[in-house]
């Protein structure tokens, strides 16, 4: 029991800071003008951040922008047509914290004594990248409400370590207007066929 509130408050933390990045985004967000200024993707279709370094595919008719407001070229955000502000699959790639780590680092170890084995966390290795996959929906009610009650929590988390370097990357998928059903399913397309440019 120790062991399961250990990691759900390692996953509420790792939320909350998805929650502080959405929100300062937020107040540069039109969802209106956001699905209307840059083309529908075609089924099939690959696309990339600005900077080359991850490529994905995206359900049809989704668009594709860099994440503002800084439009960082290592940030994409990929949104449904006719979604909310918090219906948005973002990407993005960062250099790592070399004195204290990021808490996603935890969960790179695959030690059940530091991280209990749970339905809601799942280790794989994504184009060559050692990744880790938190599915927060799946996470028991307690000690808090349910994870679909919290607006602007996310859905699924993914983190891993870009190929042959230190950089780590990081796809976070929320929904909000739309079903979770709906959003879950471009979010595992998107994860499925993330790559990595080499």
């Known amino acids: 029991m120790t062991r399961r509130l250990l990691l759900f408050m390692g996953v509420l933390a790792l939320s909350f800071g998805a929650v502080v990045v959405f929100a300062n985004w937020r107040s540069t967000i039109d969802s209106a003008s956001r699905s209307d200024d840059t083309p529908a993707l ?8 600005a900077d080359g370094r991850m490529s994905f595919t995206a359900p049809a ?3 594709t922008r860099p994440c503002p407001p800084r439009e960082d070229p290592a940030c994409a955000q990929v949104s449904p ?8 699959v973002m990407l993005m790639i960062t250099a790592p914290n ?8 935890l969960f790179l170890v695959d ?4 991280v209990p084995s749970d339905p809601a966390v799942q280790r794989f290795t994504l184009d ?4 880790v996959r938190l599915d927060s929906y799946k996470l028991p009610p307690e000690p ?8 602007g929590v996310s859905d699924v988390m993914v ?4 190929p042959d370097a230190t950089d780590e990357f990081m796809i976070m998928c929320r929904h909000g207007v739309l079903p979770a059903a709906q959003m879950r399913a471009g979010c595992d397309l998107i994860v499925e066929s993330l790559r990595f440019p080499r």
């Open 128 to 131: 060559g990248a050692k990744a």
């Open 81 to 88: 047509k006719g979604g909310g502000e918090g219906d948005v």
């Open 61 to 63: 008719g989704w668009t």
């Open 42 to 49: 075609k089924p099939g279709e690959r696309t990339t951040t």
């Open 98 to 105: 070399p004195v204290e780590g990021s808490p996603m680092d």
């Open 144 to 151: 808090m409400a349910s994870m679909d009650e919290m607006p």
């Open 159 to 162: 983190f891993g370590v870009v």
């Open 111 to 114: 030690d059940p004594v530091i």
